[in-house]
């Protein structure tokens, strides 16, 4: 029985990596906030408290620091599911994790906006925003990671030129420009995402 056990075992294992698809997070995009919410209260061993899920629809709207037109972009796809990437994490060492929300459009889910929210005093208070779409930021290691795909005249949506990477750090008071990198992609092989970028 142990043979056998262990033989089916290991086959269920390998089929269902099988059938996870894509290369991670770089691929697929990160989780979307209902998707982890779950998975984070289970973790006993994070570095500081990961907060209640914040609304970040409203968040974002009752922001007077975001745009109209932004504010007038973040309307539900299908139902009541808005078009809205939230990542927690630590990036200005508040009392509470910070909260990064991306919004994008339905139909292409290109990065409209993108914020990031500290707590002070026990309410979210808006501490970076970029509003030159398409934009997406992530938090690495403990920085702000924003990449801003940059498109050439007749360049589809799908197929962007280049993309500019740009690393923030925070200074205490603000979010301060660390490192930025360009990187430009070849349409020799008809798809701009894949081709190695040039040095």
Known sequence: MSTAGAGFAALTLVLAGCGAGGTGARDEGPARAEAVTGGAATQAASPSPVPERVDAVQLVKSDPRVSAEVKRELQPCVADEYP????????????????????????????????????????????????????????????????????????????????????????????????????????????????????
């Open 84 to 199: 809205v990437d939230v990542s927690y994490g630590e990036l200005t060492g508040g009392p509470a994790e910070d909260v990064v929300v991306n919004v994008l459009t339905c139909g292409d889910a290109v990065g409209v906006g993108s914020y990031v929210y500290r707590e002070e005093d026990g309410r979210y208070q808006n501490v970076f925003k970029a509003e030159e779409p398409p934009v997406y930021a992530e938090i690495d290691r403990g920085d702000l990671v924003v990449t801003k795909q940059v498109y050439d005249r007749g360049d589809a949506v799908s197929s962007p030129s280049g993309e500019s990477v740009i690393t923030y750090r925070w200074s205490g008071e603000l979010f301060a420009e660390e490192y930025r990198t360009h990187n430009d992609y070849s349409n020799a092989a008809g798809n701009a995402q894949t081709a190695a970028p040039e040095n």
